[in-house]
Nanobody, 116 residues
Framework: QVQLVESGGGLVQPGGSLRLSCAASGFTFSNYHMKWYRQAPGKEREWVAT????????NIANSMKGRFTISRDNTKNTVSLQMSSLKPEDTAVYYC?????????WGQGTQVTVSS
């Protein structure tokens, strides 16, 4: 059974940093690309970042390039999202995601609130 559990969200001031983590289980983690998405209040869920199965390649949404970094540890079955220079518009619930055997799985999400 695929499980994704996000953690690390919280309240942070504008300009601050947070590191989100997603612990994965139920599949061979090192074989699959992993993604982060986010959903702000009243908005559609949007893609944030992707990392390949080996971690050799990453891609970040344009609005977050230079501020967000995605990484993974295949020995610990975790994928992380390092966020810096946070803005109020980054406030959202952040989700990790994997497509395994043609089905897409989501975690429960972790809330990030950027406010002074």
């Amino acid at each position: 059974q695929v499980q994704l559990v996000e953690s690390g969200g919280g309240l942070v001031q504008p300009g601050g940093s947070l590191r989100l983590s997603c612990a994965a289980s139920g599949f061979t983690f090192s074989n699959y690309h992993m993604k982060w998405y986010r959903q702000a209040p009243g908005k559609e869920r949007e893609w944030v970042a992707t990392i390949t199965s080996t971690g050799s390649s990453t891609n970040i949404a344009n609005s977050m390039k230079g501020r967000f970094t995605i990484s993974r540890d295949n020995t610990k079955n975790t994928v992380s999202l390092q966020m810096s220079s946070l803005k109020p518009e980054d406030t959202a619930v952040y989700y990790c995601n994997v497509t395994w055997r043609a089905k897409t799985y989501w975690g429960q999400g972790t809330q990030v609130t950027v406010s002074s």
